[in-house]
């Protein structure tokens, strides 16, 4: 019985992903005719065959790799560094209730803030090299992470943090036995939120500066009206990114995984 | 004695004032007793045990205990994430008392009350009952000379109730350890318990404190204990006691 429904459930979900694949290559497939009758202006919209000829030159000559692997760093480094830094200080928010209501009202500011607003501030102080795109990507995402964590935190059941004091728990031991490991799931998906945050910060800071990367190619094919280039620059992030998340995603199965069926 | 507390009075600061919850207290318990504190909702039943814990510092009075205390709440708050066996180390593990003896010691519990088979399970997998179970052996692998219990039924439904009750009963008087539960369930305070302390309303004070002896021709469990001919007397007792003499309560 219970293998039928598996079955059954396996072959639903390949109708599934076989229909995702059909719409996708109808809506190229659509695109491309469009473009070819006429339908819609080729240097507005270009086509999908010329993204993939121009892709396949960026690749011959290895130079799509330099983008990608500068946009990638700077991401990688905008997410972990973020989102440490981030979770540290929700921590110490939660150590000290007199803090975290001193420092309130300027969160939520802060939190209020177009972040964007202050790219062009962060690369002033830390240069236009990767240092200044990181710490734009940090500056999108550190805030978010920091009141989403702390919430998560503090709503912990009241009676479970009673339960540890009556084992005499210190603070530290409440936080690494209780607090952070109950929280294990919701601090992954900060993580996978931050995937799209760092992405943002990473190409507004490209646009701005950089002589390198998706947004560099992006910003580039934007002023030269090269539209293939801004369509391999879209097409190429939007997999970078669903690779990470999906990577985020096995990670998080990992861990869950390996403390067992408790979630 | 295992605890004694002398006077002992608590005052809370709120918006609206001062709230007396606790208004000169004064009870002990022996050795291996199990006391039940009865009282009307609100009555600072809960304050009293928090105390005990040493949670809560009283405003007056002082608190005597011998050695350590566990405390086991209204839910089994088990953690999700940890199996059975790592639930229930959680404490020895907290006060880095993990030694082989120790750990000698919550296997045979484990076996004993029929968990062992379960010890690498996750606590969604285990029943109500079971779960409670857990709760109790986690709180007595540290070794507490008293056992404070709030409302520990109070979650389950009726059937589960005696049943769990009858479980944990057995397992207390079977370790010999001294225990105050506290519960609104009368039925519940005099089948459990060797003596029951009454608390009066809102700032409660003791109104009364009985030694619950029942004629049975079985040994006493929580089941056995409600066919005693005496257990009714006491429910009447006790009854006139929380209606008759504190009326304000309304239903």
């Not at chain 1, 690749?59 to 946009?71: D, G």
């Not at chain 1, 690494?176 to 760092?198: D, E, M, W, Y």
């Not at chain 2, 005052?11 to 709230?19: D, R, S």
């Amino acid at each position: 019985m219970k293998k039928c429904l598996s079955k059954e459930y396996r072959f639903e979900k390949l109708k599934l992903i076989l229909s995702q694949i059909s719409l996708l290559i109808f809506f190229l497939g659509l695109w491309e005719i469009g473009a070819r009758i006429g339908l819609l202006d080729e240097f507005f919209f270009s086509k999908p065959s010329s993204v993939a000829v121009l892709f396949w030159k960026y690749l011959r000559t290895y130079e799509i790799f330099k983008h990608i692997s500068i946009s990638l760093l700077e991401t990688i480094l905008g997410i972990t560094i973020g989102s440490a830094a981030g979770i540290l200080i929700a921590t110490i928010l939660w150590a000290s209730e007199r803090l975290s209501k001193l420092l309130e009202p300027f969160l939520i500011i802060l939190n209020a803030l177009p972040k964007t607003a202050l790219a062009p501030i962060m690369i002033i102080w830390a240069g236009t090299g990767v240092r200044g795109i990181v710490l734009v990507a940090i500056s999108i995402l550190i805030i978010v992470t920091i009141i989403s964590t702390y919430n998560y935190f503090i709503n912990i059941e009241p009676e479970k943090i009673l339960m540890m004091k009556s084992f005499r728990a210190n603070k530290f031991q409440i936080y690494t036995k209780l607090i952070f490991p109950s929280n294990l799931v919701n601090i992954i998906s900060v993580v996978k939120i931050n995937i799209g945050l760092a992405w943002v910060g990473v190409i507004v800071g490209e646009f701005l500066v950089s002589r390198a990367g998706i947004g560099y190619l992006i910003m580039y094919g934007g002023q030269v009206f090269r539209l293939d280039l801004v369509m391999m620059g879209v097409v190429i992030l939007s997999l970078l990114a669903y690779i990470m998340y999906e990577i985020v995603n096995l990670i998080e199965k990992i861990l869950l995984k390996k403390r067992g069926k408790g979630i | 004695m295992v605890l004694e507390l002398k006077d002992v009075s608590m005052k809370f600061c709120t918006k609206e004032g001062n709230l007396e919850v606790l208004d000169k207290i004064n009870f002990s318990i022996r050795e291996g007793e199990i006391v039940a504190l009865v009282g009307p909702s609100g009555s600072g039943k809960t304050t009293a045990l928090n105390i005990i814990a040493g949670l809560l510092k009283p405003t007056g009075g002082e608190v005597k205990a011998r050695g350590d205390i566990g405390y086991m709440f209204q839910r089994d708050n088990l953690l999700e994430w940890r199996t059975i066996y790592k639930n229930v180390i959680l404490g020895l593990e907290i006060q880095k008392k993990l030694t082989p003896e120790n750990i000698e010691k919550v296997k045979r519990m484990l076996k004993t009350y029929g968990l062992w088979e379960f010890r690498n399970c996750h606590p969604s997998e285990l029943s109500g009952g079971m779960r409670q179970r857990v709760a109790l052996i986690r709180t007595l692998a540290t070794g507490p000379e008293l056992l404070l219990l709030d409302e520990p039924f109070a979650s389950l439904d009726y059937q589960t109730k005696l049943l769990v009750s009858e479980d944990i009963y057995k397992i207390i008087k079977k370790e010999k350890k001294s225990t105050i539960i506290v519960t609104h369930d009368l039925s519940e305070a005099i089948s459990m318990s060797d003596r029951i302390i009454i608390l009066t309303d809102r700032p409660a004070r003791v109104m009364n404190i009985y030694e619950i002896e029942l004629t049975l021709d079985e040994e006493r469990t929580p089941l056995t204990a409600r066919k005693s001919p005496d257990f009714r007397i006491y429910f009447e007792k006790l009854w006139r006691d929380l209606n008759e003499k504190m009326p304000k309560q309304g239903i």
